[in-house]
């Protein structure tokens, strides 16, 4: 299955001169835990829930006056499309990240990826098999 089914697309994206505020309302907005820090079509970083309490509450900055550029993770991981579901969770594990950004092959941004995506699919894929499997066994009668 295309990792695009899985995304966020359109994903949420502020520029790198927004302000905080504005990437967290735009966060808000979207109901998502990260933005995309894009210009011009360049993906520049990625501002995650992590970094405003890690880059801005902790250093007691003012998300008015911080710009996201000054405290967005860069450079940014990222995946493209063909690559395969298990292989995008086992990167996001080892590398304790919870958003990868999805480009295509000219690099440009198309989805952004959350590791609650892949953990809900994975956990859909498990009931359906997990349904069919007591059916297989309801049904089966005495002696097969």
Same mark, same amino acid.
């Given at each position: ?22 990437? +967290?309302?735009?966060?808000?907005? &979207? ?5 995309? %820090?894009?210009?011009? /079509?360049? *993906?520049h970083g990625i501002f995650t829930e992590r970094d405003v309490m890690l880059r801005v509450v902790l250093r007691q ?28 969770? +086992?990167?996001?594990?080892?590398? &304790? ?5 999805? %480009?295509?092959?000219? /690099?440009? *941004? ?35």
């Open positions: 299955m295309s990792l695009l089914k899985l995304a966020s697309f359109p994903p949420a994206t502020v520029s790198p001169g927004a302000s905080v505020l504005e990437a +967290v309302e735009v966060m808000a907005e &979207h109901a998502v835990g990260a933005v995309a %820090v894009v210009e011009h /079509g360049i *993906l900055l003012s998300p008015k006056d911080t710009r996201v550029r000054e405290v967005m993770t860069a450079p940014v991981e990222t995946i493209t499309d063909d690559t395969s579901e298990e292989d995008a969770l +086992v990167h996001m594990v080892e590398r &304790h990240v919870r958003h990868l950004p999805i %480009v295509n092959t000219d /690099g440009q *941004l198309t989805a952004m990826l959350s590791i609650r995506n892949l953990l809900e699919h994975r956990v859909d894929e498990l009931a359906r098999e997990l349904h069919s499997l007591d059916q297989y066994l309801s049904n089966d009668g005495p002696g097969g």
